[in-house]
């Protein structure tokens, strides 16, 4: 695991390629050499390319909201992605993100397998820091934002299972969304059913006592749709616990989520109510440090299971959203709120939570017809609150102990933002937006005494963000440039987490700041073949890095570093090797560097930033005839630094994984749809994720040996 010579002799310079390390230089060659020859004998020459002209269906181009308004994909002068329809759910679990991101360029999961802690998603290294949940990207679940005003985002009220679509803005934008806004990813449930009443009912079950049940309810009846669903997931996992050496994991979690939503036409406009619930229970088996992992161990952490370490989440969230015409504007209003109550026992401490929240967005668009095309401009406001009651305990066993820390921590963001999309000339449009974020963070520090004084106080934190895109239209091809601003605030966690156990807000980390310029090109080679290609350069001031302490093993503190630098490429291309055979392959590079940072007398300049794979390469080959599917898909990682001295290494891997089934058998009104899959069909020995700067070398997370689900999804409409 300390091979950081051979890491560290790595200097990149500019945007070329690293060197493969070895542990990930075969397998991405024999994949590169496999996909190569596949487009080479079943590419544009195939019987696929030479169908005749008449049989040639155009498709309806695809239309994304990414940008807060309906755009072509194909004319947007920044680099984005959709999933859309079975690709999200045929053959999948249900139970983790990375099912519905596996095939997104420049998206990257680190699914941890640890409920408790979430799943860690990044964009070309926006995220890679988080401890638990999502950082650094905005997200939003059916039109509602999962994000807070603070930055920090959950997901264990998402309904995977049930997802329709997703979207993904890789690259800055804050001038568009605001703090936290390193990338955006859109999630939306599947469209309700067309005719009056449709129920679905599923189940999966499979290896590591994977269980997930769900039943849903949609229709459409006159000027109204609707979608209901109940979900309960139960995950026992595979860590052993090292204090009791019978058969019961210390990684056991069980989750419930309701979610719904409504659909109508009010006032010449659509109406859009939704609503979600979650119920989570999850222990928290930590890290590994290199000496337990190299042996192949995948016990749980000791100390966690003498400190009771888990999560018990109870949240509900709601929203509403109007979008409709207004005397010759068009008009999109919505709100939402969130209420979440936390009971939450870390090894070196009892956090319990109450947290209330919410927002409004008021925007106004409108559209003009130019010689060249059509322009359309939009404006408006935001504002968003959030309230945490925080209580932290001495963790005695994972019961709570002696109180301290009891205070009151609010947030409040407001807003304002513009954006024009205007035609240039014929084939030329441009993109621009602008948007000032300011937030208030205020801490009232509610224990206090003689010898514990009062640390209440206030943050105040700016940002002015800009981006301007262009994209020209080269028939067949589109080729792309942009320039944006980054702003990233430390979230209330990060602000209140401070080594001296103070209460208030750490007064020395200020927000993360950073410009990032991209260029590209997206289009079509004939015969089915589809690309997309993405240079892109970041530059950031003040990157927030975390770090442990021994007083307080496996609790994250924060601290800004002097700059980084973010650089790579991504590349993308699928295409139809034959009319029951299509391939599809994703690579994504980013050549992630510290360029000033030093700490304690260490210089880390030049080293790589923590948490990021420089390399990953996937590929999924698919295959289907009639009702029926199979596909085999490889997911190929580079080594992960994980610590800022880059002496501690989780290796490089390759995982294959298959699935298969009937994504519909119909009889009459009776949809059936059975499938099969089996994961790290080679069973490797790999860290699916890192602890960046954990305390004691426990930096690494080991993730599931070979296993297996079967699943069964059950329909019946009514017409």
């Known amino acids: 695991m300390s091979r950081s010579p051979h890491f560290t002799a790595d200097r990149t310079p500019a945007l070329a390629v690293a060197p493969l390390r070895a542990g990930t230089r075969k397998p991405l060659r024999a994949l590169a050499v496999l996909a190569g020859t596949a487009l080479m004998v079943f590419g544009p020459g195939t019987a696929h390319a030479q169908t005749e002209a008449e049989d040639t269906v155009e498709l309806a181009p695809i239309v994304v909201t990414v940008l807060r308004s309906p755009v072509r994909l194909d004319r947007l002068p920044f680099s984005a992605s959709v999933l859309a329809g079975s690709v999200l759910s045929e053959g999948n679990t249900g139970l983790f993100i990375e099912e519905a991101l596996h095939s997104l360029p420049g998206v990257r999961v680190q699914n941890r397998y640890n409920p408790a802690m979430g799943e860690r998603i990044s964009i070309r290294g926006f995220g890679a820091r988080a401890q638990f949940g999502v950082r650094g990207i905005k997200i939003l679940v059916d039109g509602i934002p999962a994000t807070l005003p603070d930055g920090q985002t959950t997901l264990d009220h998402l309904d995977i299972g049930s997802l329709g679509r997703v979207e993904a803005l890789r690259g800055p934008a804050a001038a568009l969304y605001g703090n936290g806004a390193g990338g955006v990813i859109l999630f939306e449930s599947a469209t309700p059913y067309a005719g009056p009443y449709s129920q679905q009912a599923s189940v999966v079950a499979g290896s ?111 929203g509403v959203s109007w979008q409709g015409p207004m005397g010759g504007l068009e008009g999109t209003f919505s709100a939402y709120g969130v209420r979440r109550e936390l009971d939450n026992p870390i090894p070196s401490a009892v956090i319990d939570l109450d947290r209330n929240g919410g927002g409004v967005r008021a925007a106004l668009a409108r559209e ?89 106080g206030t943050r105040g934190m700016s940002g002015l963000s800009p ?11 589109g080729l792309f440039a942009s320039v944006a601003r980054s702003f990233e605030t430390p979230t209330t966690t990060e602000l209140a987490n401070q080594p001296n156990r103070a209460g208030g807000f750490n007064p020395d980390l200020e927000p993360q700041r950073g410009w990032t310029v991209e260029g590209g090109l997206r289009g079509d080679l004939g015969g089915g073949v589809a690309y997309d290609l993405a240079a892109f350069s970041s530059n950031l001031t003040n990157q927030l890095v975390p770090f442990e302490v021994p007083s307080a093993p496996s609790r ?154 079967l699943g069964l999804s059950l329909a019946v409409d009514r017409r």
Request: proline share 3%; hydrophobic share 40%.
């Open 208 to 318: 590591d006592g994977l269980l997930r049940l769900q039943a849903t309810g949609s229709g459409t009846a006159d000027n109204l749709a609707f979608r209901a669903s109940v979900a309960q997931h139960q995950f026992d996992g595979y860590r052993n616990n090292p204090l009791d050496m019978g058969d019961d994991p210390y990684s056991r979690a069980t989750r419930t989520t309701v979610n719904a939503g409504v659909t109508s036409s009010v006032g010449g406009g659509l109406l859009r109510v939704q609503l979600s619930g979650l119920d989570l229970d999850a222990l928290n088996a930590g890290s590994l440090p290199a000496a337990l992992f190299d042996e192949g161990s995948n016990e749980a952490w000791g100390f966690n299971v003498r400190r009771g370490t888990r999560k018990y989440v109870r949240q509900g969230q709601a």
């Open 368 to 456: 003009w017809e130019t010689a060249s095309g059509v322009g359309r401009i939009d404006f408006g406001m935001e504002g968003e609150v959030m309230s945490d009651a925080r209580l932290n305990f001495r963790n005695d066993g994972g019961e709570s102990g002696a109180l301290t820390l009891d205070q009151q921590e609010r947030v409040r963001a407001a807003a304002l933002f513009g954006q024009f999309r205007v035609p240039v000339a014929v084939r030329l449009d441009a993109v621009g937006a602008v948007r000032f974020d300011h937030f208030n963070f205020r801490a009232d520090d509610n224990f206090t005494a003689a010898d514990n004084p009062d640390d209440s």
């Open 467 to 477: 981006s301007l895109g262009f994209h020209l239209d080269l028939g067949s091809h």
């Open 556 to 709: 994250r503190f924060y601290r800004n570093v002097g700059r980084s630098r973010l650089r790579g490429f991504e590349a993308s291309a699928r295409t139809a090797l034959s009319s029951s055979l299509s391939v599809r392959l994703t690579y994504g590079y980013v050549d992630a560097r510290f360029t000033e940072f030093s700490v304690g007398g260490n210089d880390f300049a030049d080293n790589r930033i923590p948490g990021i794979a420089p390399h990953r390469l996937e590929a999924g080959l698919r295959a289907h005839r009639g009702p029926w599917f199979g596909e085999l898909r490889l997911e190929a990682r580079d080594d992960v630094p994980a610590n800022d001295a880059n002496d501690a290494i989780a290796d490089s891997f390759t995982l294959v994984n298959l699935r298969f089934g009937a994504s519909e058998i119909a009889a009459g009104t009776l949809r059936l749809s059975p499938f099969v899959g089996i994961t790290n069909l080679t069973n490797v020995r790999y860290a699916t994720s890192v602890v960046v700067n954990a305390f004691g070398g426990r930096f690494f997370e080991p993730g599931p040996d070979r296993g297996g689900y």
